[in-house]
C-alpha cells in the first residue's frame, strides 16, 4: 500500500487570505475577531504581513486563526514552508548520527538537484 503525500496547493499567507476572504472578513474585521479569540493585540498590518508571507504564526496564533476561519489547524499547518527546527535539532540531539544523516541528506539535494517529489518519493521508497 503506498502512501500518498500532496503538497501544499498555496503558501500559508494566500490559504489564509483565502479563506479570509470567503468568509466575507475583511483584514481589519478578522484582526479584531483574533484579538478576541486571543486575547492578544492583533494588528490589520500584522495580518497583512501574514497574508504576504512576511510573517508566520506562533503555534498559540496558528490555533486561534484556525478557530477564526472555521477550519482544522493542521489544514494550515500544512501550508507552513518553515523547516520544523526544534523538532531536527531534538533529533539531532538524542542520536547525533541524525545530524551526520540531516547534513548529508541536504548535501545530496543540492548536488543532485533533487525535487521536493523525488525527495518524499526516496523516502517513501517510491520508484529508487
Do not use: H, W
Not at 20 to 37: E, P
Not at 45 to 59: H, I, K, Q, V, Y
Not at 87 to 114: C, H, P, T, W
Amino acid at each position: 500500500m503506498s502512501e500518498s503525500i500532496e503538497f501544499p496547493r498555496k503558501p500559508l499567507g494566500s490559504y489564509i487570505r483565502e479563506l479570509r476572504i470567503a468568509k466575507g472578513l475583511s483584514i481589519r474585521m478578522f484582526a479584531q475577531r483574533l484579538q478576541q479569540i486571543s486575547g492578544a493585540n492583533i494588528s490589520p498590518a500584522f495580518m497583512s504581513d501574514l497574508e504576504n508571507g512576511r510573517r508566520f504564526p506562533s503555534d498559540k496564533m496558528f490555533t486561534c486563526i484556525a478557530n477564526a476561519l472555521e477550519v482544522e489547524e493542521e489544514d494550515l499547518r500544512n501550508c507552513d514552508p518553515r523547516i520544523p527546527t526544534q523538532e531536527l535539532n531534538d533529533l539531532a540531539s538524542m542520536n547525533s548520527q541524525y545530524g551526520f544523516a540531516f547534513r548529508k541528506a541536504v548535501n545530496i539535494i543540492l548536488e543532485q538537484d533533487i525535487s521536493p517529489q523525488d525527495l518524499l518519493n526516496r523516502i517513501l521508497n517510491k520508484n529508487n
